[in-house]
């Protein structure tokens, strides 16, 4: 490589970090000052591009056994990169994982409460798997003050349909034999599924250290029939993040998450990346939170 086609892929600095000389700005308009340190390079490169990224505001709501505490990792990603971040709870979950009587309309009401209490607007609402259906009932309740939906790896119900109804016969089976066992209307998911569904790209002693932090799901919501007809009436831009090695939901045979669920958004903007269900939420927050910026921004 030249000289020249060095520095305009890499501006004042080749692929190895050496300085290579530095260019007018009018060639390089995004290059950031040469700093007073070559090994300061990189670091400058990236606020220069944070500074150029869009700021946003995100509203992130996880899913089924998990927590608020999931999104601790991208949240604090996004956060770096100069977006505002709320990762609000809901009845069910975090403190109150005991009331397993939590209601699908006690759950959505709390979102939206919560970004009417904070007095949020344009906010990017974003659903992971089981929180996309409450992000759809909660879009339902604030529409105003959203800027866009976005979905990631996450259950888009049809209007009147239950979470239960896109899950094959076997596991609507098997979470109907935990639910009852359980004495408590909740379900707890056994390690091998967790596992080999949920978390498949990670090593044993992660999937073991992500597995020790869940708690019994309350089973009444997955089973709820949803009054989805203002949602499908909505508006408001939507975005679906597909995990492409996401193995919770069989893919093709009815089953899935793309394009079998993102295809019920009408125009919606795909946004795709490599992971399974939750691993990567932990592992690599920043791809995560990638993802998130180029399915939430203009």
């Not at 800027?147 to 016969?169: C, N, T």
Request: aromatic share 12%; charged share 20%; hydrophobic share 40%.
């Amino acid at each position: 490589m030249t000289m020249t086609s060095m520095t305009s892929l890499h501006g004042p600095y080749a692929r190895n970090g050496r300085y290579v000389g530095y260019f007018p700005p009018v060639a390089y308009p995004y290059a950031p000052p040469v700093p007073a340190h070559p090994w300061d390079a990189a670091a400058a490169y990236r606020q220069a591009v944070r500074r150029r990224e869009q700021p946003l505001t995100f509203v992130l709501v996880h899913g089924s056994w998990a927590d608020a505490g999931f999104w601790n990792g991208v949240a604090a990603e996004l956060r770096r990169q100069g977006h505002t971040v709320y990762a609000p709870e809901y009845p069910g979950h975090g403190a109150d994982f005991a009331n397993t009587a939590a209601t699908h309309a006690m759950m959505s009401q709390a979102i939206a409460d919560d970004i009417e209490t904070l007095d949020l607007r344009n906010v990017v609402l974003v659903g992971h798997s089981f929180g996309g259906t409450i992000v759809q009932k909660a879009a339902e309740l604030v529409p105003e003050r959203l800027k866009r939906i976005v979905f990631i790896d996450a259950f888009v119900l049809k209007d009147g349909g239950s979470l239960s109804d896109e899950l094959p016969p076997e596991a609507v089976a098997l979470f109907t034999q935990l639910m009852e066992a359980s004495g408590n209307n909740a379900i707890m998911l056994p390690f091998p599924f967790f596992r080999d569904a949920f978390v498949n790209l990670a090593s044993l002693e992660t999937a073991r250290q992500l597995y020790a932090g869940i708690k019994p799901e309350p089973a009444g919501p997955l089973f709820e029939k949803l009054d989805l007809k203002k949602f499908y009436s909505l508006t408001t831009p939507k975005s679906y993040v597909y995990l492409t090695v996401d193995n919770v939901l069989p893919q093709g045979l009815g089953y899935g998450w793309h394009p079998h669920m993102s295809s019920r958004l009408g125009q919606f903007r795909l946004i795709k990346g490599y992971g399974d269900h939750m691993t990567q939420f932990k592992t690599e927050p920043k791809k995560i939170a990638d993802l998130l910026y180029m399915a939430g921004r203009d």
